[in-house]
């Protein structure tokens, strides 16, 4: 192997090699499935975004270098599995970083047949001549998508000769339909994240002061990330005060107060699976009465979910049953009026609680797979991956006189379903306000060397 960097590239061609099989089952000798890698993004003048490939494309092939195409052609001439990649390039070796090559594709991607990603072109009027059909991605490259479209049209009116197929048939339904479901390798990824992710929570919890700033605070998380050769799955969400109402507020430039709340919806990435985790605590270390009052309710909300998850239960069971309990609680502390029904009924908890309970989880932290089939909820299976992240929020602009103005309250948990119930991820952060206020006592020592 050339690189064994977890951050750039899998260590596990076998695993890529087996969702290759399923796909090329499904596609056939009559089909072909052709996938781009995402483009990279420029930042700033000479600046990229730094490189990461789009998850159907890691999922199925593991190579985390731009400019890629991975073809899956069951019986074609070359191999069943092409992939086309930048060719070697000493110079741009030296100023911007190593390539696998085709050559490396072969030996350390599990490609049957690689070429020069220029060649690609000279190849695409083969790959398509004489199957029935093409499997293809819309939206991740859409320049790639169109030259694939345009050859198409090309082969059957422009007399470009072959065969063309007569039908495009989606591909990302057939692979979010195969991400849904967690193997016990892709679960073993999940824990490692979840595990980084919860302790940088915890040191979040242990680190934090009147006075600091969000972004200090955020700095306490990263580090734990990095230094366990991780980064963030998606920008971190430190928000203080009326900030944490703000639900996906990444700012994290304000100062923390004595008295506040502070929320942390942050998780890291590894091998390119994502943790996704919540916790709200105060920033002196100790809940007031209003705040735990709040607190309280999220919680009971939060560990009704958890039980709700199970197997053979529609998907959205796990948000009614939260939805219940944070009801039944903004009925009980004044905040909304009438019955739990009539309050779920009229929505009026949508001024407190304004997003779903849960996500898939998994490569992309609000991962891929359809919630609902034919109309009806989706029943949960062992093997899903899930969120269960229920939240009150009480904006100050809209409640000036309640005593739970400006708080922002959300627990987030990561959950896998199980053959009997589920298995939380992220059991290693406390979430109860005892055990919160006892990590907080304890002192903050810095990881650092
Ligand atoms: N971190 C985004 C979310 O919880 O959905
Ligand atoms: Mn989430
Ligand atoms: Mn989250």
Redesign the pocket.
């Known amino acids: 192997m050339r690189d064994q960097s977890h951050l750039q590239h899998s260590d596990e061609p076998a695993v890529h090699a087996a969702r290759r099989a399923r796909v090329a089952d499904i596609v056939g000798r009559d089909g072909v499935a052709m996938l781009a890698a995402t483009p990279e993004r420029n930042r700033n003048n000479d600046v990229d975004y730094p490189y990461r490939p789009n998850s159907d494309f890691r999922y199925l092939t593991g190579f985390c270098e731009p400019e890629a195409i991975a073809v899956i052609a069951p019986g074609f001439e070359a191999g069943d599995y092409i992939l086309f990649c930048r060719a070697r390039n000493a110079d741009q070796e030296v100023w911007i970083g190593r390539r696998a090559g085709p050559d490396g594709a072969m030996a350390d991607y599990g490609a049957d047949q690689a070429f020069a990603i220029d060649e690609f072109e000279d190849w695409i009027g083969r790959l398509l001549d004489g199957r029935c059909r093409v499997y293809l991605s819309f939206g991740t490259h859409p320049e790639f998508e169109q030259g694939v479209l345009d050859q198409l049209s090309g082969m059957r009116s422009q007399g470009r000769g072959g065969v063309p197929p007569r039908e495009v048939v989606a591909l990302d339904g057939l692979l979010h339909d195969m991400r849904l479901r967690k193997s016990e390798h892709e679960v073993a990824l999940m824990r490692q994240a979840a595990a980084t992710s919860a302790r940088a929570h915890i040191a979040a919890m242990q680190a934090v002061r009147p006075g600091m700033y969000e972004y200090q605070l955020a700095a306490t998380l990263h580090y734990t990330f990095e230094n366990d050769g991780m980064h963030w799955a998606y920008p971190s969400i430190v928000g203080a005060g009326e900030n944490a109402c703000v639900l996906h507020y990444i700012e994290n430039s304000a100062p923390m107060a004595d008295g506040d709340l502070v929320l942390i919806?942050a998780?890291a990435e590894y091998r390119g699976y994502a943790g996704?985790i919540?916790r709200t605590f105060p920033v002196n270390g100790r809940f007031s009465d209003a705040q735990r009052e709040l607190y309280e309710i999220v919680l009971a909300a939060n560990r009704a979910a958890i039980e709700a998850a199970r197997p053979g239960e529609p998907m959205n069971a796990i948000h009614q049953a939260a939805l219940k309990v944070l009801v039944a609680g903004l009925i009980d502390v004044g905040l909304l009026e009438g019955t739990v029904d009539e309050a779920i009924d009229a929505e009026s908890y949508r001024a407190y609680f304004m997003h779903g309970t849960?996500?898939w989880?998994g490569m992309d932290?609000?991962d891929v797979g359809d919630y609902k089939v034919d109309g009806e909820w989706r029943l949960l299976e062992p093997g899903m991956a899930l969120?269960v992240?229920p939240g009150l929020y009480v904006r100050g602009q809209d409640n000036p006189s309640s005593r739970f103005a400006d708080i922002g309250i959300r627990v987030?948990d990561d959950i896998v379903i199980t053959e009997t119930g589920c298995d939380v991820l992220t059991v290693d952060v406390p979430k109860d306000v005892d055990e919160i206020e006892a990590l907080m006592a304890k002192p903050y020592r810095s990881e650092t060397p």
Do not use: A, I, Q
């Open positions: 919806d998780g996704d919540t849960s996500h989880l932290v609000h969120t992240e987030e």
